[in-house]
């Protein structure tokens, strides 16, 4: 059973009925499900996962005022759950793990990943968030929002990205895809350099990763998870299996050549066909410029490509 499906059925089981027969009165008031940090809130959790903060729980968020009102409460009840369900219960935990689980604000809990009480406000907050951040506020289920306040901010975060903000991400990637791997790689194969190859390489394949993302309009799990996210993408899964080839052979110049150029090739055209740019050859350098001056604040559009 997954971390999610186990989540939803120790609170079908255990959480929903405490809180009806506790706290009743503010049933309404309560946000109940699994999101944020963990394999397990993106899907991607399986036997080895479980060597570490896997565990039966799930997360309840409220209001500032509501944690004050009777947040302790909540949280003494919660504490008194069963530790052990289906078999499963907290065996290890790792010395970096984040206690995830149990009760929390709706300000903390999206503080952690955006640095203030809900979805970030402005360009300048949008570009400073690494998309991981903003992957894992918003990956996992949530079982039920009765006021809908947190809903309502995870929606924010998910779809509503500035457009310039998008657009400043996604030149800045194609960027550095054309410098790591068109341009790069090959370089650092003549010199001799293979290690220095391999890293243009696996440089090359984070940018690209970030450009589908941003194709998309989806934000970019951590490194570990992002060609298993990239492969459950409407668009352009198909890459990530390219990348994991080039990763594999870091040292075949003539077919990782190619296939970079395939790659290339696949993303101009979207790029193209989604009005981002004007066919500007077969150099991604050219289209990230071309992206670039699409951005209508004048303060992003007239700065360095580069983030």
Same mark, same amino acid.
């Given at each position: 059973?997954?971390? $999610?499906?186990?989540?939803?059925?120790?609170?079908?089981?255990?959480?929903?009925?405490?809180?009806?027969?506790?706290?009743?009165? !503010?049933?309404?008031?309560?946000?109940?499900?699994?999101?944020?940090? =963990?394999?397990?809130?993106?899907?991607?959790?399986?036997?080895?996962?479980?060597?570490?903060?896997?565990? &039966? =729980?799930?997360?309840? @968020?409220?209001?500032?005022?509501? *944690?004050?009102?009777? =947040?302790?409460? $909540?949280f003494?009840?919660y #504490?008194?759950?069963?530790?052990?369900?289906?078999?499963?219960?907290?065996?290890?935990k790792?010395?970096?793990?984040?206690? #995830?689980? =149990?009760?929390?604000?709706i300000p903390?809990?999206? +503080? +952690?990943?955006?640095?203030?009480?809900?979805?970030p406000?402005?360009?300048?907050q @949008?570009?400073?968030?690494?998309s991981?951040?903003?992957?894992?506020?918003?990956?996992?289920?949530?079982?039920?929002? &009765?006021?809908g306040?947190?809903?309502?901010?995870?929606q924010?975060?998910?779809?509503?990205?500035?457009?310039?903000v998008?657009?400043?991400?996604?030149?800045?990637?194609?960027?550095?895809?054309?410098?790591y791997?068109q !341009?790069?790689?090959?370089?650092c194969?003549?010199?001799?350099?293979?290690?220095?190859?391999a890293c243009?390489?696996?440089?090359?394949?984070k940018?690209?990763?970030?450009? /589908?993302?941003?194709?998309?309009?989806?934000?970019?799990?951590? !490194?570990? @998870?992002?060609?298993r996210?990239?492969?459950? $993408?409407? +668009?352009?899964?198909?890459?990530?299996?390219?990348?994991?080839?080039l990763?594999?052979? &870091?040292?075949d110049?003539?077919?990782?050549?190619?296939?970079?150029?395939?790659?290339?090739?696949?993303? *101009?055209?979207t790029?193209?066909?989604?009005?981002? #740019?004007?066919?500007?050859?077969?150099?991604?350098?050219?289209?990230?410029? #071309?992206?670039?001056?699409?951005?209508?604040?004048?303060?992003? +559009?007239?700065?360095? /490509?580069?983030?």
């Open positions: 059973m997954k971390g $999610l499906e186990l989540a939803r059925a120790y609170y079908e089981t255990y959480g929903a009925p405490m809180l009806r027969q506790e706290f009743a009165p !503010y049933l309404d008031r309560i946000a109940v499900g699994l999101c944020g940090h =963990g394999s397990e809130c993106f899907g991607f959790d399986d036997e080895v996962s479980r060597d570490h903060d896997f565990e &039966p =729980g799930f997360c309840l @968020w409220l209001t500032a005022e509501d *944690e004050r009102e009777f =947040g302790f409460k $909540l003494r009840a #504490s008194k759950l069963p530790k052990e369900f289906m078999g499963v219960k907290v065996e290890k790792s010395m970096f793990g984040a206690d #995830s689980r =149990g009760v929390h604000t903390d809990f999206y +503080r +952690r990943y955006t640095g203030s009480d809900g979805a406000t402005s360009n300048a @949008w570009l400073a968030i690494p991981f951040y903003l992957a894992e506020a918003t990956n996992g289920e949530v079982f039920c929002d &009765p006021l306040e947190f809903s309502r901010i995870r924010q975060i998910l779809s509503g990205m500035p457009e310039d998008r657009l400043k991400k996604l030149a800045s990637a194609l960027f550095y895809a054309a410098q791997g !341009y790069n790689y090959a370089r194969m003549a010199h001799g350099e293979r290690t220095a190859a243009a390489l696996a440089e090359f394949a940018a690209v990763c970030e450009v /589908v993302f941003l194709l998309n309009r989806a934000h970019m799990p951590y !490194y570990k @998870w992002m060609y996210a990239m492969r459950g $993408l409407p +668009r352009h899964a198909e890459i990530a299996d390219a990348l994991e080839l990763l594999a052979a &870091p040292y110049e003539k077919e990782n050549t190619a296939c970079i150029e395939r790659i290339a090739e696949a993303l *101009e055209r790029l193209v066909e989604d009005g981002l #740019s004007a066919d500007a050859g077969d150099y991604l350098e050219g289209y990230a410029y #071309s992206v670039k001056n699409h951005i209508a604040d004048p303060n992003l +559009r007239n700065s360095d /490509v580069m983030i």
